[in-house]
């Protein structure tokens, strides 16, 4: 097969899994794929180990964040992207092995205007699925049962089951695919639902998102930021890892779920097979009575604009959450948050009281873009304590393909 790929891995404290990934790729692929790899400011060795494999291994190509700051995947995938000598690319974590054959089996499928994933067999670390396959052949690359892993993909290559649309890491794209939307977005820097805003960008902008059952990895998982202290295992031999997370993901998944409602307008979407679900963007403007500072924390990422009387805020207006939240996204607070007094010109202006908002309620907010889609019509409608003022139902998310 003439098409090669270019590996991207980035890399942080990860040495042992690093190279259990790297071994893994040129014992059961060979040395004809090129491998990116960039080390984000570790101390645990990687530098030294990445300056020693290039000595020894001309196929790959290396790259570091000297700090002191951590730039996270979403600016290193890039950047190894750039780097890339060939045409095909494939996002690959730094704790995934390689399965022999998993490249022909992904190459034989790719080609412009497609993007294939391998399927991960992985750890009971999360809950299982039907776009993978749950089984446990360690959970460190010091107990990993290699034997026991290739017998089992044998046995799930014999039972030729067809591709099925969906993604995942690990997946491989042409470079150009890529590069022409733009990457990903760095407004999920330096991690954390940059994989499904780029999904979400596939999909719109035409591209088919399949899933190969004949290519696989072993993937330990999150061990280069959610369980960066790596699993364990109870005495009855189960693994562990309730609790894990480490303090800097969970603020980081909670700064990019923000940034991603903010964009898109609701929470990430997928079916069973992980294939993304774009329901429409539209452009809303949120007339809001009673609003304390409690709820504006959770009403601003829900609408393009907001108009408030924000109660409890002491004379201070807005200023406070905006100084507060600004430093966590990219979206101008200043220009989005409004006084009650400006007259709303978004498409769809919602008008309520805050202090009647609960759990309930909140769905309808949740589920906004999915309602207007199925619901909406030009004119005024009431929803529990909602009311409606439909201007025009134009959506834009096709806008948002692009990384601008």
């Not at 692929?29 to 180990?49: N, P, V």
């Not at 001309?58 to 700090?67: A, E, Q």
């Not at 960008?201 to 004949?214: A, D, P, S």
């Not at 990219?330 to 400006?342: A, G, I, M, R, V």
């Amino acid at each position: 097969m003439d098409k090669v790929i270019s590996f991207i891995q980035p890399s942080r404290n990860n040495l042992k899994y690093l190279k259990w990934s790297y071994k893994s790729i040129r014992r059961n692929l060979g040395y004809r794929h090129e491998i990116c790899m960039a080390d984000d400011f570790s101390d645990d060795g990687t530098w030294d180990w990445m300056n020693s494999i290039c000595l020894i291994d001309p196929n790959v190509k290396i790259h570091r964040n000297n700090g002191p700051e951590r730039l996270g995947h979403t600016i290193l995938y890039d950047t190894l992207v750039d780097m890339a000598s060939n045409d095909i690319v494939m996002i690959y974590h730094a704790d995934m092995y390689a399965c022999p054959g998993m490249d022909e089996e992904v190459l034989k499928h790719l080609e412009r205007g497609k993007v294939v994933s391998a399927t991960r067999i992985e750890p009971p670390l999360h809950p299982d699925g039907p776009e993978k396959v749950l089984k446990d052949f360690g959970i460190e690359p010091e107990e990993f049962d290699e034997l026991g892993l290739l017998q089992c993909v044998s046995e799930l290559k014999s039972e030729n089951k067809p591709i099925t649309n969906g993604i995942f890491a690990p997946w491989a794209i042409y470079k150009e695919d890529f590069t022409s939307i733009g990457g990903h977005d760095p407004l999920y820097a330096p991690q954390s639902k940059e994989d499904s805003d780029i999904f979400n960008r596939f999909v719109l902008n035409g591209y088919e998102l399949i899933q190969t059952w004949k290519g696989f990895v072993y993937h330990m998982t999150c061990r280069g930021s959610r369980f960066k202290d790596g699993a364990l295992r109870n005495p009855a031999g189960q693994v562990f890892m309730k609790g894990r997370e480490s303090s800097e993901w969970l603020a980081q998944n909670l700064r990019s779920t923000r940034n991603f409602i903010r964009k898109w307008g609701h929470m990430v979407k997928h079916d069973e097979l992980m294939m993304p679900v774009v329901p429409p963007k539209y452009d809303v403007g949120f007339v809001v009575k009673n609003c304390d500072n409690k709820m504006l924390r959770e009403l601003e990422p829900w609408c393009s604009d907001m108009y408030g009387d924000w109660v409890g805020h002491k004379g201070f207006g807005v200023n406070k959450y905006i100084e507060e939240e600004q430093p966590n996204t990219q979206f101008d607070l200043s220009k989005k948050l409004h006084s009650l007094y400006t007259e709303p010109d978004n498409d769809v202006v919602i008008r309520f009281d805050a202090s009647k908002l609960n759990q309930s309620n909140f769905q309808i907010l949740v589920n906004l873009s999915e309602i207007l889609q199925q619901s909406g019509e030009v004119g005024e409608m009431e929803l529990e304590i909602f009311e409606f003022y439909i201007n025009k139902l134009d959506t834009y998310e096709k806008e948002l393909i692009n990384v601008v």
